[in-house]
Nanobody
Framework: VQLVESGGGLVQAGGSLRLSCAAS????????MGWFRQAPGKEREFVAA????????NYADSVKGRFTASRDNAKNTVYLQMNSLKPEDTAVYYC????????????????????WGQGTQVTVSS
């Protein structure tokens, strides 16, 4: 199993970034995907999750209305579009693959995810 994030970088407050996560080694189309982040000195926190077929999603309150998760099952890739970025969004962002196939309700806890990418740094300057 391999999850490779990309698209992070340095952006000014109010700007946008789109993160990508390329997946391989498992049946992507049957697997819900999540995004988490970890800021220095803080615990890893849930950001967003999207179901296996993309029909449902969930977001942390802190990013609702600004971030959108999507996926392209033909490309085995999940995305996180981040708009109206704030300095408090600065963190390493990780994508993760659900340990349960075709979960009815998307998972929002880290323990629900079996596989993790290496992370990509997002830095938002004020």
């Amino acid at each position: 199993v391999q999850l490779v994030e990309s698209g992070g970088g340095l952006v000014q407050a109010g700007g946008s970034l789109r993160l990508s996560c390329a997946a391989s080694g498992f049946t992507f189309i049957n697997t819900g995907m999540g995004w988490f982040r970890q800021a220095p000195g803080k615990e890893r926190e849930f950001v967003a999750a999207i179901s296996a077929r993309g029909g449902s999603s969930n977001y942390a309150d802190s990013v609702k209305g600004r971030f959108t998760a999507s996926r392209d099952n033909a490309k085995n890739t999940v995305y996180l579009q981040m708009n109206s970025l704030k300095p408090e969004d600065t963190a390493v962002y990780y994508c993760a693959a659900d340990r349960v196939l075709q979960r009815t309700i998307v998972a929002i806890t880290a323990q629900s995810y079996a596989y993790w990418g290496q992370g990509t740094q997002v830095t938002v300057s004020s």
